[in-house]
């Protein structure tokens, strides 16, 4: 069902007053009495509908189970009310994990929100995280579009992203279920997940399977899907239709090496000093690759990546 009343058409420089350039969470804690912190059974609450089929990074799930065990829940989960229950809206890594841990009652904070709010809410609450699911944050930009009628437009001033990789993003909803799994528990990267949502389904499995058994980096996992394109359009034109080979599987992708320069550590003396200096020498095989390279080094160096002392 589209809504054409939808809250960003109404007032989007309101909505992102309301919902803050600060940290999301942080926000609505602030604005929400300790009153409104209520101890909530588990069996009273369910996932969010939306993000179900999102998998969670067993890795997070794990360091939120240490940190409940240690210290408990810094923050509530906040829930809305959602046919008779309470849906969780954000946190639901710390729910995930509660549940593993078997906990009987959990802090929530209960806000009373539209589907459309909700949605933007949690749209809201994972970009501002540093490591966002991307399967989750596809899956309700979706929604919003289906369910609403945003536009591409709309969404990437909300995510101050451009309408292309709003675009990018919801293609990789085209991949299968299996590998949309390996994205949302972060064993596929974004880089990875949308190179490869250029195939067709059929090849798409043999991909993913080459990539992790070779490592392959984005750059290369692009390479690979063009010269699969470039196969698939040969076959095209020979109109050979009993061949059901997999190209992916023809393809070998030469491994370049990714320093371009040998780097050593050699301990040397000076002036019979006692005292033992390390320097620090790096080797590139031509012009081009030392210029590169100290542009590197200087762009790590301003950027405090990379500290010399």
């Known amino acids: 069902m589209r809504n054409s009343s939808k809250i960003l058409k109404n007032s989007l420089k309101k909505l992102v007053n309301r919902f803050g350039r600060e940290d999301f969470v942080s926000a609505i804690l602030k604005n929400s009495p300790?009153?409104?912190?209520?101890?909530?059974?588990?069996?009273?609450?369910?996932?969010?509908?939306?993000?179900k089929k999102a998998k969670i990074d067993e890795v997070k799930i794990t360091q939120a189970e240490k940190i409940i065990k240690e210290s408990g829940f810094f923050d509530p989960i906040i829930v809305r009310e959602y046919q008779g229950k309470y849906e969780v809206v954000i946190g639901r890594v710390k729910y995930i994990?509660?549940?593993?841990?078997?906990?009987?009652?959990?802090?929530?904070?209960?806000?009373?929100?539209?589907?459309?709010?909700?949605?933007?809410?949690?749209?809201?609450?994972?970009?501002?995280?540093?490591?966002?699911?991307?399967y989750e944050l596809a899956l309700i930009c979706s929604h919003l579009k289906k369910d609403f009628d945003y536009k591409n437009k709309e969404l990437a001033d909300f995510l101050n992203q451009s309408s292309s990789q709003i675009s990018n993003?919801?293609?990789?909803?085209?991949?299968?279920?299996e590998i949309l799994a390996e994205i949302s528990m972060n064993r596929l990267s974004y880089g990875h997940a949308k190179a490869i949502s250029r195939l067709p389904s059929n090849e798409v499995l043999a991909a993913v399977q080459k990539i992790q058994k070779e490592h392959l980096s984005v750059r290369e996992t692009e390479e690979l899907v063009r010269r699969a394109k470039v196969l698939l359009e040969d076959k095209?034109?020979?109109?050979?239709?009993?061949?059901?080979?997999?190209?992916?599987?023809?393809?070998?992708?030469?491994?370049?090496?990714?320093?371009?320069?040998?780097?050593?550590?050699?301990?040397?003396?000076?002036n019979n000093e006692a005292k033992d200096e390390l320097t620090l020498v790096i080797k590139f095989k031509d012009k081009k690759a030392l210029k590169d390279g100290l542009k590197k080094l200087n762009r790590m160096i301003k950027k405090e990546k990379c500290v010399i002392e």
Not at 34 to 51: A, C, P, R, V
């Open 34 to 51: 300790k009153e409104d912190i209520t101890n909530t059974s588990l069996k009273d609450i369910t996932d969010n509908h939306y993000l």
């Open 236 to 270: 095209k034109d020979s109109n050979d239709g009993n061949d059901s080979s997999i190209v992916i599987e023809k393809i070998e992708i030469e491994k370049k090496d990714k320093r371009n320069e040998l780097v050593n550590v050699e301990k040397t003396k000076e």
């Open 169 to 177: 993003l919801l293609q990789i909803l085209s991949l299968p279920e």
């Open 97 to 134: 994990a509660a549940k593993s841990l078997k906990l009987e009652t959990i802090p929530v904070v209960v806000l009373q929100l539209s589907e459309e709010e909700s949605l933007l809410c949690m749209l809201k609450e994972i970009s501002d995280r540093k490591t966002m699911n991307i």
